[in-house]
């Protein structure tokens, strides 16, 4: 929220910004950024300390209502966007909370995926509903459907691409434009791609989220959220609400991030690689009967995925493991996953370390086997999120489960 000059010239590319936007150092010149782990700042005098509370963005006062440390990863993160202004939050559920808070209001209406991630599906159906916000939620991959959901009362279209864990994708262009018809607006959750892979705006998206647990930190330490957009929304009412409501992030955690945004690239374009030859290879054994991912050329949206994730498929895939019932295809899924000795089975992704789930028992364990079945997520279906292992390494930690299934 708070924009300070860095002293870079304008127009630089991404990866520049993504090691060297922040807050001005300060008087020791430190080349690292500077960890401003403290929850005040100390005012040179009453006059001062009046002008910073009237204009926040003069001078630091409180660290919920803006912190240097905090400030570094808005403005960088902000850059990797494409965007005017990030602003940082607690996690990407306080992201997603606050975009909900600013931009609806009793009465109004939104319009959102029905395969989002699961968090957002309950805040948005069922808390806001207590707060009179209703929202449709339509089929991933049907901008028709979008369409006919749009209702004069339509104030947000919200998307997540691609999606957890069957990686189907929105077309943000077609939404953005439906959106727009409707006088709504559209916000993007660009955790699994992260700006490295899709910059939503460029596509005509409004605002951006994130859970900046993911693919941002990287290396699963710490939690932290962010919302990109405009000066008006997000620098402006967004900024604001997130002061009085204490969404705010961290220090700690702002700069741990931070950091994780300077070798996002890397990581992100490393571990998509090896997604993709992961995938292709899987492809190939008879005990796995499909892979979703949109690298791959036989995933539906194979085009779509190119021409919106710079040409990459990201660093998520799932695959159907063999197997006729549920029942078996169950104890499949259990045993790859359970011969496993290099992958973790955990519920994170994004991480440098590949983690390996079963949605249908996690993820989407509270859903009736009827609505697991319309989402796609069968019994036999395993997720990874693939790290930076020696490929060989996990194919082999792969066969192990595989090649003993009946
Ligand atoms: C994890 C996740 C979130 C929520 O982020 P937290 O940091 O856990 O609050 C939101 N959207 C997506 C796509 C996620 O994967």
Same mark, same amino acid.
């Given at each position: ?181 409707? +006088?709504?607006? *559209? #916000?993007? =959750?660009?955790?699994?791609?992260? %700006?490295?892979?899709? /910059?939503?705006?460029? $596509? ?109 498929? +990201?660093?998520? *895939? #799932?695959? =159907?493991?063999?197997?006729?019932? %549920?029942?078996?295809? /169950?104890?499949?899924? $259990? ?72």
């Amino acid at each position: 929220m708070t924009q300070e000059k860095s002293g870079l010239p304008e127009g630089l590319h991404p990866e520049t910004y993504a090691v060297r936007q922040a807050s001005a150092r300060s008087s020791y010149g430190e080349h690292s950024e500077a960890l401003y782990l403290t929850s005040s700042f100390v005012q040179h005098d009453c006059e001062t300390a009046a002008s910073h509370f009237a204009h926040p963005h003069e001078g630091y006062t409180y660290t919920r209502t803006g912190n240097p440390t905090v400030a570094s990863f808005e403005q960088r993160l902000a850059r990797m966007e494409g965007t005017q202004c990030a602003a940082a939050t607690s996690t990407g559920m306080a992201a997603i909370l606050l975009v909900a808070l600013t931009t609806l209001k009793a009465g109004d209406h939104v319009v959102a995926s029905q395969s989002m991630f699961g968090s957002t599906m309950k805040l948005l159906g069922t808390e806001m509903a207590r707060f009179g916000v209703e929202t449709s939620f339509v089929s991933q991959t049907d901008v028709a459907a979008w369409q006919a959901a749009v209702k004069p009362s339509t104030r947000l279209l919200f998307a997540e691409t691609p999606t957890n864990p069957l990686t189907d994708l929105c077309d943000i262009h077609a939404l953005a434009d439906v959106a727009h018809n409707a +006088g709504a607006l *559209l #916000a993007v =959750d660009n955790s699994f791609a992260s %700006p490295i892979l899709q /910059r939503p705006v460029e $596509f005509g998206a409004d605002l951006i989220v994130h859970s900046g647990t993911k693919l941002i930190d990287g290396q699963g330490r710490v939690m932290a959220g962010a919302v990109c957009g405009s000066e008006t929304l997000v620098g402006g009412v967004m900024s604001t609400f997130l002061r009085s409501g204490g969404l705010s992030l961290s220090p700690f955690n702002a700069w741990v991030v931070l950091k994780g945004l300077e070798t996002l690239a890397l990581r992100v374009k490393a571990e998509s690689a090896a997604a993709l030859e992961l995938a292709g290879w899987l492809e190939q054994h008879p005990k796995v009967t499909c892979v979703h991912y949109p690298g791959l050329a036989s995933h539906p949206q194979h085009a779509l995925a190119m021409r919106q994730q710079s040409g990459m498929g +990201g660093t998520v *895939l #799932a695959f =159907d493991v063999a197997g006729s019932t %549920p029942e078996q295809l /169950r104890a499949n899924a $259990f045993h790859v996953i359970d011969s496993t000795r290099v992958c973790s089975v955990t519920a994170n992704l994004g991480d440098v370390k590949t983690t390996i789930t079963h949605p249908a028992s996690t993820s989407h364990g509270r859903l009736s086997e009827e609505q697991r079945q319309a989402a796609g997520v069968k019994q036999g279906l395993i997720r990874i999120s693939v790290g930076l292992e020696h490929l060989d390494d996990l194919k082999a930690d792969l066969l192990r489960g595989l090649d003993a299934l009946a």
